[in-house]
């Protein structure tokens, strides 16, 4: 047992002063300051007993995971599937969390950091840089914040910025070269949309907890259009809710949901808008009026 102990002991001691495992090792003690301003860490402490322990799993949360990786390459894609969220640590101590079926692009420089929205949603909480901007774009917008918290979501139609916390400032981004590009500050509590043609949507006050209901594994509509609550559903299923008829599109809903629970979300329909189940397939579920 003892020659056991001593050639683990041994083994350790060569592992210390590896190359992977001394960055690691950085990179954790970076990661643990910044996310002591979390309250589910608070009270964690890493002894220096448990230093190695500590940076090698973290040496494989980052570098082993598909996608998750810290910035040290010009341009990184990273992309969830329909059934996971993922949470992005950047070099700078900001921190991204992905929802389902989302996909974006990081290229940080000794000057800029900047983030593409791609596809989806996802939640930004920025490290303060006053001399570097934290930017994330979509095809219509570009949101400015030095060190704050906000989500973004994009679809084909438009982009969605709600401030949660501190100050940004929405730019519209638009392919057309006739439109000048126009400015607005949000304040904590404001959702603003851009639509895909660079035109601003009017500013709302929204409830922090709604929009933020997706990391709990929720959808929260309150009192949104029928188009758009049918778009949050179906973008977190490979089932499909269609209503069909255009008599409904003016119609309003409200409802809490468990994400991806489409018989639930179908049966509430069923009965808020009197409609039946018409068909269902594995891609689609049809309904219409009785």
Same mark, same amino acid.
């Given at each position: 047992?003892?020659?056991?102990?001593?050639?683990?002991?041994?083994?350790?001691?060569?592992?210390?002063?590896?190359?992977?495992?001394?960055?690691?090792?950085?990179?954790?003690? +970076? =990661?643990?300051?910044?996310?002591?301003?979390?309250?589910?860490?608070?009270?964690?402490?890493?002894?220096?007993?448990?230093?190695?322990?500590?940076?090698?799993?973290?040496?494989?949360? /980052?570098?082993?995971?598909?996608?998750?990786?810290?910035?040290?390459?010009?341009?990184?894609?990273?992309?969830?599937?329909?059934?996971?969220?993922? &949470?992005?640590?950047? *070099?700078?101590?900001?921190?991204?969390?992905?929802?389902?079926?989302?996909?974006?692009?990081?290229?940080?420089?000794?000057?800029?950091?900047? &983030?593409?929205?791609?596809?989806?949603?996802?939640?930004?909480?920025?490290?303060?840089?006053?001399?570097?901007?934290?930017?994330?774009?979509?095809?219509?917008?570009?949101?400015?914040?030095?060190?704050?918290?906000?989500?973004?979501?994009? /679809?084909?139609?438009?982009?969605?910025?709600?401030?949660? *916390?501190?100050?940004?400032?929405?730019?519209?981004?638009?392919?057309?070269?006739?439109?000048?590009?126009?400015? *607005?500050?949000?304040?904590?509590?404001?959702?603003?949309?851009?639509?895909?043609?660079?035109?601003?949507?009017?500013?709302?006050? /929204?409830?922090?907890?709604?929009?933020?209901? =997706?990391?709990?594994?929720?959808?929260?509509?309150?009192?949104?259009?029928?188009? *758009?609550?049918?778009?949050?559903?179906?973008?977190?299923?490979?089932?499909?809710?269609?209503?069909?008829?255009?008599?409904?599109?003016?119609?309003?809903?409200?409802?809490?949901?468990?994400?991806?629970?489409?018989?639930?979300?179908?049966?509430?329909?069923?009965?808020?808008?009197?409609?039946?189940?018409?068909? +269902?397939?594995?891609?689609?579920?049809?309904?219409?009026?009785?």
């Amino acid at each position: 047992m003892k020659t056991t102990r001593d050639e683990l002991s041994m083994a350790l001691e060569a592992l210390r002063d590896r190359p992977i495992v001394t960055e690691s090792r950085d990179y954790a003690r +970076r =990661w643990a300051r910044t996310r002591a301003r979390v309250d589910s860490l608070r009270g964690i402490v890493f002894g220096p007993a448990g230093a190695i322990a500590a940076a090698c799993v973290t040496a494989y949360i /980052v570098f082993g995971l598909p996608g998750v990786a810290i910035n040290r390459v010009a341009k990184n894609v990273i992309e969830t599937g329909i059934e996971e969220t993922r &949470v992005v640590a950047l *070099e700078d101590g900001s921190r991204i969390v992905l929802d389902r079926r989302s996909r974006l692009r990081i290229a940080f420089t000794a000057a800029d950091r900047d &983030v593409e929205l791609l596809d989806g949603q996802a939640h930004f909480e920025v490290a303060k840089d006053a001399h570097r901007p934290f930017r994330v774009r979509t095809v219509s917008a570009e949101v400015v914040a030095v060190g704050t918290m906000f989500d973004v979501a994009t /679809v084909p139609t438009r982009t969605t910025v709600t401030l949660i *916390e501190g100050r940004v400032n929405v730019r519209t981004l638009s392919g057309t070269k006739q439109l000048e590009p126009k400015i *607005e500050a949000l304040v904590p509590g404001q959702q603003l949309g851009i639509a895909s043609d660079g035109q601003f949507l009017p500013k709302r006050v /929204v409830k922090i907890e709604n929009v933020t209901a =997706w990391q709990r594994g929720t959808i929260i509509l309150d009192d949104m259009p029928l188009p *758009e609550a049918l778009a949050a559903m179906n973008r977190y299923s490979m089932t499909q809710i269609l209503i069909r008829g255009s008599a409904l599109q003016s119609r309003r809903i409200s409802g809490v949901f468990r994400i991806g629970d489409v018989e639930t979300e179908a049966a509430a329909l069923e009965r808020y808008f009197n409609l039946r189940e018409s068909s +269902r397939s594995q891609e689609e579920l049809v309904l219409e009026h009785n």
